[in-house]
């Protein structure tokens, strides 16, 4: 069982849907939970991260981290097609440099 | 402000050759990362580095790839005897300390093809 498991999609949806796209983990000692993105023959940017379980909003971007679920989800709302990308989970340890990445959901926004 | 460098973008190299790859990060920050992107998958960790030293190898293979950060110049990726599956996407990160895993910042990658 790999410790983050995410969907990869391909995800289709028409211009202004709310987008929402998951992850699962095994390892309850993930402390960090973080949201990246990843255009075509580009590194990844993060998008959005937290620490602790509940809701983090930036402008139309939604970040909600269940622990005992072990569960975390990225709402997108009004998608626009600039937000055509891979879209990335990672998380973290405490006290630990390294990051823990999802396979990653390739999303496409049509206009 | 330049953000992380990597550099060559596109490396081929025939089977049994070497590969080495070249990381300069954000003026200011003194740790890196190396990640590895396969096909169709999402990044793993490889090592991390500061000036000089090597504090976390553990996602290195045990044979033909080694790191090293100098105290001058960029940190390399070296990989020996490169095989078909050494094919990927290699990324370096930055940070400006220890404890900035939000702090990461991603160059473009390396994208290595073996023939």
Known sequence: QKEVEQDPGPLSVPEGAIVSLNCTYSNSAFQYFMWYRQYSRKGPELLMYTYSSGNKEDGRFTAQVDKSSKYISLFIRDSQPSDSATYLCAMGFQGAQKLVFGQ???????P | ??????????????????????CSPMKGHSHVYWYRQLPEEGLKF?????K??????????KERFSAEFP??????????????????????ASSPGQGDVYGYTFGSGTRLTVV
């Open chain 1, 104 to 110: 990653g959901t390739r999303l496409t926004i049509n």
């Open chain 2, 46 to 50: 490889m090592v991390y580095l500061q």
């Open chain 2, 71 to 92: 105290k001058e110049g960029p940190s390399i990726l070296r990989i020996q005897q490169v095989v078909r599956g050494d094919s990927a996407a290699y990324f370096c």
């Open chain 2, 1 to 22: 402000n330049a953000g992380v460098m990597q550099n060559p973008r596109h490396l081929v190299r025939r089977r049994g050759q070497e590969a080495r790859l070249r």
């Open chain 2, 52 to 61: 000089e030293n090597i504090i976390d190898e553990s996602g290195m293979p």
